[in-house]
T-cell receptor, first 117, second 111 residues
Framework: GAVVSQHPSRVICKSGTSVKIECRSLDFQATTMFWYRQFPKQSLMLMATSNEGSKATYEQGVEKDKFLINHASLTLSTLTVTSAHPEDSSFYIC?????????????FGEGSRLTVL | AQTVTQSQPEMSVQEAETVTLSCTYDTSESNYYLFWYKQPPSRQMILVIRQEAYKQQNATENRFSVNFQKAAKSFSLKISDSQLGDTAMYFCAFSGNMLTFGGGTRLMVKP
């Protein structure tokens, strides 16, 4: 149980285009999902907290107009990188907390590697 | 704000031996969880072990165990009988309102 699926796993796009990444909790409900960015050989950096039915909460320094987050259901959150530029190239990871558990751990998707040409 | 510090950027261990990864954290909260996550080359984050702060007993999961010192705010991970498949990045994480990660320790298990 507690599987999180992230899609696509790899995406290459041209500069100026937008890319959408989906994060789904397959066998549990997640009122809260988190989006992280990870640079090579570094730790995960929290970008934003996605709350079902309400606006996402962005960490300081993260452009909310650049990284659009939508959490329309209890099992799906999407991250859209708008007008992508090469500096947006990175590894993006989503995670979700099982609303039915009180144990605090997050379950992670497989990650999405974005390359902007 | 919570901070999590992993003071060992890289470590190596011979196969079948034991290695300990260090982690310290800072928080003013009294109820929280601590985790160790493993990130192999596939980049998938895998939960290794979990510790509830209100429990004095150290968590154990097969070859993985922790040494949780609440007063010292220390949470180290011991890997016994290291296997080649243990080669990965290991992240210590603190869970209060959000999950805060340490900088990671790259562990290499050598044959």
């Amino acid at each position: 149980g507690a599987v999180v699926s992230q899609h696509p796993s790899r995406v290459i796009c041209k500069s100026g285009t937008s890319v959408k990444i989906e994060c789904r909790s397959l066998d549990f409900q997640a009122t809260t999902m988190f989006w992280y960015r990870q640079f090579p050989k570094q730790s995960l950096m929290l970008m934003a907290t996605s709350n079902e039915g309400s606006k996402a909460t962005y960490e300081q320094g993260v452009e909310k107009d650049k990284f659009l987050i939508n959490h329309a259901s209890l099992t799906l959150s999407t991250l859209t990188v708008t007008s992508a530029h090469p500096e947006d190239s990175s590894f993006y990871i989503c995670s979700a907390r099982d609303s039915g558990r009180a144990t605090g751990e997050l379950f992670f998707g497989e990650g999405s590697r974005l390359t902007v040409l | 704000a919570q901070t999590v510090t992993q003071s060992q950027p890289e470590m190596s261990v011979q196969e079948a031996e034991t290695v300990t990864l260090s982690c310290t954290y800072d928080t003013s909260e009294s109820n929280y969880y601590l985790f160790w996550y493993k990130q192999p080359p596939s980049r998938q984050m895998i939960l290794v072990i979990r510790q509830e702060a209100y429990k004095q007993q150290n968590a154990t999961e097969n070859r993985f165990s922790v040494n949780f010192q609440k007063a010292a705010k220390s949470f180290s991970l011991k890997i016994s009988d290291s296997q080649l498949g243990d080669t990965a990045m290991y992240f210590c994480a603190f869970s209060g309102n959000m999950l805060t990660f340490g900088g990671g320790t790259r562990l290499m298990v050598k044959p």
